[in-house]
């Protein structure tokens, strides 16, 4: 069955699907294909190495700040014309990053990109679930989060490609062309709108303290052990506090704290997704390090070793999430949780000895891991809550993943 009808309209079921996974490719390769091209943009604008981290940076630190708001807001407003506004906005920033003339420009439109990517991932997940029946559910969640991972297992090679062919810009220019494709066929094709909390009001109290508190946690956490890093952290830690007080007495809240009080189902998997993505980015970042400072190899070669893991998330993602629609979410995650230990334990072995297969095959075992956990955990999340708190879901879930 591929039309579905709602508030009159016909929606093409196949057309929703398709640009939220194009969506959900692009956000994460701009991210990853970013961190290819980091030598030749420090070297073209002459950055130290602090600077140069803040290109990524200020992106990731966007894109968690806005990310609950933008949910919220999501689900007042409408989920299609945040998602339309977010493509049109990532559109404007990649040709602005291309045209970047200094490392201070880029790091400010890096920002701003962020937030356009806090539109587009606070909605799409959602968007995608409001079309699709339950029983449908698991399996196109898969396939958006197999778009995420694929996005992440081409950047690597494509982006290196671009940034050696063309030069960095064109990054930015091919995220560009991306974008306006995606925001042409929203137009034409997504007619419906989805807003299931449209009588609510928004929380820009409850806002404003979130959003200061996860900067202030983000960046000091970033910078510890430094004094000035410790006293940013502590404050997070108590804004965070604060904020929860205020939350729990809002009529409105924009994040709804009842849902972690009384919905252990979505409290526990959105704390097995931040604790799982913590402790797997760190993996990729001290890998490359091992692979280029260590074993000496150049970036590409580091680059194609490294990309074994999110090709085998990408083939394992699709598959888990079609099974999550049959099996208990719970259980596959918590398979999938334990393959990543015995991935982990593997990577605690390699030496300046160790040789390619071994290190290919603790990636694997990663990565089979990894794409088991997160689609069924993804489907809990999303499944656990009622329709009106979707955006809200899918942007918390996205929040533990980009803090983590």
Not at 13 to 22: C, E, H, I
Not at 103 to 120: E, K
Not at 326 to 331: E, L, Q, T
């Amino acid at each position: 069955m591929t039309h579905l009808s709602i508030n009159h309209h016909v929606v093409n079921k196949n057309y929703v699907l398709a640009t939220t996974m194009l969506t959900s490719f692009f956000g994460p390769f701009m991210g990853a294909a970013v961190n290819i091209a980091l030598p030749k943009i420090r070297d073209e604008f002459a950055l130290n190495a602090v600077s140069m981290s803040w290109v990524a940076m200020s992106f990731l630190m966007a894109s968690a700040i806005f990310l609950v708001p933008f949910g919220k807001i999501a689900d007042m407003v409408g989920r299609r014309k945040i998602f339309l506004y977010g493509n049109i906005f990532f559109a404007l920033t990649s040709l602005l990053c291309a045209v970047s003339q200094n490392g201070s420009m880029l790091i400010v439109f890096r920002f701003l990109q962020g937030i356009s990517s806090a539109m587009l991932f606070s909605t799409s997940m959602a968007i995608v679930i409001s079309v699709y029946p339950p029983q449908e559910r698991g399996k196109v969640i898969g396939m958006n989060v197999s778009a995420v991972y694929l996005g992440l297992s081409v950047a690597p090679v494509l982006g290196g490609v671009l940034t050696q062919s063309f030069g960095w810009r064109s990054l930015f220019y091919f995220n560009f062309l991306a974008s306006i494709l995606i925001v042409i066929a929203i137009i034409f094709k997504i007619q419906n709108e989805w807003a299931d909390a449209k009588n609510d009001k928004f929380d820009f109290k409850g806002s404003l303290i979130y959003m200061i508190s996860l900067s202030a946690l983000m960046f000091g956490f970033s910078k510890l052990p430094e004094n000035y890093a410790i006293a940013l952290t502590a404050a997070g830690i108590i804004g965070f506090v604060v904020f929860i007080s205020v939350e729990l007495k809002a009529k409105f809240p924009v994040l709804n704290m009842q849902l972690f009080r009384s919905n252990k189902i979505f409290a526990f998997s959105n704390l097995a997704a931040l604790i799982n993505y913590a402790a797997t980015f760190a993996v990729t970042f001290i890998l490359s390090l091992y692979l280029q400072d260590v074993k000496a190899l150049t970036p590409r070669e580091a680059g194609l070793l490294l990309v074994t893991q999110p090709v085998m998330m990408t083939l394992m993602a699709s598959f888990s999430g079609r099974m999550s629609d049959r099996y208990d979410s719970r259980i596959l995650s918590s398979i999938g949780m334990s393959i990543i230990v015995v991935g982990l334990i593997m990577l605690t072995f390699l030496t300046d000895k160790t040789g390619n297969p071994y290190f290919i095959g603790s990636l694997v075992i990663l990565g089979v891991g990894f794409g088991i956990f997160s689609s069924p955990n993804s489907n809990a999340v999303m499944s656990s809550v009622e329709k009106r708190y979707l955006g809200i879901a899918s942007a918390t879930l996205g929040t533990m993943r980009l803090t983590g």
